[in-house]
């Protein structure tokens, strides 16, 4: 079992940046992929970022492409989400999750999931 915690949301205005974080708990971090998904009022859950156990393999939503960076701390069991020139329509709740496999686009892949943390950005 892993427990995933989200933080680092908040109420931003446009242009600005937040970085998330998600701390897991309970098995070997570095054994996951992780991912990054978002999920605004009325739409469906998407992909925005992932990263592979070791992370020397990233990937990106292309909304998000060139404004935020995936990294991970495998030591401090931690996955980070740095969210630059922020965009209203990225005003979402946004989850981490593990997977024991690859990097993942579709949220239903992986094993565990986070609460979220909400990022609201304000125009």
């Known amino acids: 079992q892993v427990q995933l915690v989200e933080s680092g949301g908040g109420l931003v205005q446009a242009g ?3 970085r998330l974080s998600c ?3 309970g098995r070997t971090f570095s054994n996951y992929a992780m991912g990054w998904f978002r999920q605004a009022p009325g739409k469906e859950r998407e992909f925005v970022a992932g990263i592979s156990r070791g992370g020397g393999s990233i990937s990106y939503a292309e909304p998000v492409k060139g404004r935020f960076t995936v990294s991970r701390d495998n030591a ?3 996955v980070y989400l740095q969210m630059n020139t922020l965009k209203p329509e990225d005003t979402a709740a946004y989850y981490c999750a ?7 686009t579709h949220w239903e892949g992986y094993n565990y999931y986070g609460q979220g943390t909400q990022v609201t950005v304000s125009s």
């Open 76 to 78: 401090k069991n931690t």
């Open 23 to 25: 701390v897991a708990s």
């Open 16 to 18: 600005g940046s937040l």
């Open 98 to 104: 593990a997977t024991r496999t690859v990097i993942l």
